[in-house]
């Protein structure tokens, strides 16, 4: 049976699906996660290091900026002292500020009276210098000190710094550097050898100097505090721009983390629905048959372990062919929908509902207490699937058959439990719909008989097994013969006389009801022919015609070319098919039938009042009589719905001007009630049984000799 499903693929998120690829994309995120937090460290890593690098040469700039300040203030000084010792020193004002230097009292004129009477004292360089530096210091802050291993002024004595300095230069080390608090305050010293010249012997040659000899060290001290400052500021916007760059950096990776993640979760995404796809059943969602035998083989795994029972039900609906030939192929897809739905709301979340195709859905209930769990749950979703379903503005009424089989009880194999099902299930069909039974071993050898019989069949056709059989017709009003239905039979070397409702389902499912149905055709047009040689002319034969062989492409026009060959057919055939060939829209029914009418082929609605909605469709299709089905007729005189019905669908048929036939008429009051009620025609038992073609030419040669 086809569906066309065009709705929807739903996506499932369902992250235990993320199971197909060799890394599982968990995995991957989670990897990439880690790639990222290890990408932010090192990044951060990067900044700090590069924030130290940076800093540190800050720091060494100011430093250099200082020293270069220091230097440039000591050269000040050193060409000073190189004036001023060349100039063998200045004569000043004796004063306070410029007493006497006590130090240079060896020294021939160091005080002198000019001829104004004033007088005057000696200021050596060196002391020349430490005032100057005295004053720098007191107006720009920048210090500096004249000092000496053998100072002649004690102040000029120096402190542990100087002396190593001092030390280190009559090595040959050439100036040294220190950052040290004065008052409180950071200052960079600097300190370089003061190397005596001609101009410095004057005042120091009896301390034994020679030109040459290192004398002592001028420091200079600058004070920090301001390159500090600058440096700060440098280092202000260094971090600022740093943390802004690691920023950006930790932003950049986030974006190339959640690019990657993006692409894992589409991957996630494709292979769900891929998964999916393959899975899950694209009409109702439902697991497929595939997912069906994994989660059996699951299930059946975990009885075993845990010393559980399972059951599985199969399911099938009862009318489902009918609503979707009769409704079309959308309703009939709403109908499955609906009742996958309803066969959810049915089970337990740990049991699954599948399907397996078509109109056929298994459930499995993982875990049953007892055989009776099981048919509590039948018994639900027979009531669940006797609502009617609302399609479209259409209501269906289906009934279901259900078979159940349960494990270890029935069998432990996969397998093994679908066919007991399949079986079960095909017991509650035939044992009057609308049911459930459980698997007996019984079934087992009646499903073996229907896969036999399929081999069978193709046997009987290529050893003509079949023979045609007829079942008389009266005219109700007289008793009169009306003609006869043709019935096929089959003689199986096996079984013996197989009954048409056996093996009729079998061969339209497998095809092989065209053959058949062609052989049957045949038969009947010789037959007829021979009654006609023998004198005993049937005025109408009918014969039974299936919905697989009518919706042949070809049927139609095969048909009329037979009916060429075969003029003593003409006008004298009836085809009799159930419902479902009048409905089948797509196939334009309307147009064969009136094509075969045109050609003098009448058409009988078979089975009347069994099927759906017989009379919308009786409306729309041209036909020329009506069948009564005999399961109206048993009842006929017991049950008085099934009396109305009959004495509707008589009047009815009188309305439309259709022939109404009713068949199985087995009593006497059934026919005397056909009378009573105006039907045209009857068959059954009661006249005559169906028979074979000898038997029917000498009925019909008794019925004329009685007439005469
Ligand atoms: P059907 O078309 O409804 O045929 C009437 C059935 O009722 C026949 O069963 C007939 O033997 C049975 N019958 C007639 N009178 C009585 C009665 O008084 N009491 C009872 N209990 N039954 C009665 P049969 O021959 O077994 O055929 C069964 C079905 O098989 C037919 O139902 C028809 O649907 C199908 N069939 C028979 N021959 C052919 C054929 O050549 N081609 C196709 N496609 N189907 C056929
Ligand atoms: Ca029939
Ligand atoms: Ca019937």
Not at 91 to 118: F, I, K, Q
Not at 237 to 264: C, H, N, Q, T
Not at 490 to 516: K, N, Y
Not at 662 to 671: D, N, P, S, Y
């Amino acid at each position: 049976m086809a569906f066309y499903c065009y709705h929807e693929f739903k996506y499932n998120s369902d992250p235990l699906v993320m199971t197909q690829k060799n890394i599982h994309p968990q995995i991957h995120l989670k990897r990439l996660k880690t790639n990222y937090r290890l990408v932010a460290v090192l990044w951060a890593l990067l900044i700090i290091l590069f924030v130290t690098w940076s800093q540190q040469n800050i720091n060494s700039e100011a430093m250099g900026l200082a020293r270069q300040e220091a230097i440039s203030n000591f050269n000040k000084d050193q060409a000073f002292r190189i004036w001023a010792s060349e100039h063998g020193g200045v004569y000043v004002l004796e004063n306070e500020r410029t007493p006497a230097n006590p130090y240079l009292s060896d020294v021939p004129e160091r005080d002198v009276m000019t001829r104004s009477g004033r007088q005057l004292t000696l200021m050596n360089p060196a002391y020349m210098l430490r005032q100057m530096m005295d004053e720098y210091a007191t107006l720009y802050g920048v210090k500096g000190r004249i000092t000496s291993l053998k100072p002649l002024n004690p102040d000029n004595a120096p402190d542990s710094w100087e002396r190593e300095a001092l030390l280190a230069f009559e090595k040959g080390e050439l100036e040294r550097l220190e950052v040290t608090d004065i008052n409180g305050k950071p200052y960079l010293r600097l300190i370089r050898p003061m190397v005596t010249t001609e101009g410095c012997l004057k005042c120091h040659h009896h301390q034994g100097y020679q030109v040459g000899d290192i004398r002592g060290g001028v420091g200079v001290s600058v004070p920090l505090g301001n390159y500090y400052i600058i440096a700060m500021q440098h280092k202000i916007s260094l971090w600022l721009s740093s943390g802004v760059i690691w920023i950006f950096g930790l932003v950049a990776a986030y974006f190339f983390r959640k690019r990657g993640e993006e692409k894992v979760y589409e991957r996630m995404e494709f292979e769900a629905h891929i998964w999916h796809r393959a899975n899950f059943d694209s009409l109702t969602a439902l697991s497929n048959r595939d997912l069906f035998h994994d989660r059996l083989d699951q299930a059946i795994a975990n009885a075993k372990r845990n010393n559980l029972k399972l059951a599985l039900l199969y399911i099938d609906l009862d009318r489902f062919k009918d609503v979707n030939d009769a409704q079309g192929h959308a309703k009939g897809d709403l109908l499955l929908q609906q009742v996958a739905n309803r066969l959810n709301g049915c089970v337990r979340d740990a049991d699954t509902v599948s399907r397996l195709g078509g109109d056929e859905f298994t459930v499995i209930l993982s875990t049953i207490a007892d055989k009776d769990a099981a048919a509590v749950v039948a018994a639900k979703i027979l009531d669940q699937l006797s609502t009617p379903f609302e399609l479209d503005g259409f209501i269906a009424y289906i009934s279901t058959s259900i078979g159940i089989t349960l494990y270890p009880d029935d069998g432990t194999s996969s397998g093994i439990l679908l066919q007991n099902a399949d079986a079960a299930m095909f017991k509650a069909k035939t044992e009057g719909h609308h049911t459930y039974r459980y698997f007996t071993s019984q079934m087992n050898r009646l499903a073996e008989q229907r896969v036999n019989m399929k081999l069978a069949l193709h046997t009987a056709i290529e050893q003509s097994q079949f023979e045609l059989y007829y079942q008389p017709v009266f005219t109700v009003k007289d008793g009169s013969l009306d003609g006869a239905e043709a019935l096929i039979r089959w003689r199986s070397p096996e079984d013996g006389m197989v009954s048409p409702d056996q093996f009729i389902p079998i061969a339209e499912q497998t095809g092989l009801i065209i053959p058949i149905g062609e052989w049957v055709l045949q038969q009947a047009a010789k037959d007829l022919a021979y009654l006609d040689e023998v004198g005993a002319e049937l005025k109408n034969l009918s014969i039974n015609i299936s919905s697989v062989q009518f919706r042949m492409r070809d049927f139609t026009s095969n048909f009329l070319r037979f009916l060429e060959h075969h003029p003593h057919l003409r006008s004298r055939l009836t085809l009799e098919m159930t419902e479902s060939v009048f409905i089948d829209e797509q196939g334009d029914p309307g147009y064969h039938l009136g094509q075969l009418r045109k050609h003098g082929v009448r058409i009988a609605m078979d089975d009347f009042g069994t099927g759906y909605s017989s009379l919308s469709y009786l409306k729309r299709f041209p036909v020329d009589k009506l069948k009564i089905d005999r399961s109206f007729i048993q009842d006929l005189i017991g049950d008085p719905s099934d009396a109305a019905l009959c004495e509707t669908i008589i009047s009815m048929g009188s309305h439309l001007s259709l022939k109404v036939i009713a068949e199985g008429v087995e009593t006497e009051e059934q026919w005397n009630f056909l009378l009573d009620h105006g039907c045209d025609s009857a068959q059954g038992f009661l006249r005559g049984k169906p028979m074979p073609l000898a038997e029917l030419e000498q009925f019909i040669c008794n019925l004329k000799m009685n007439e005469n």
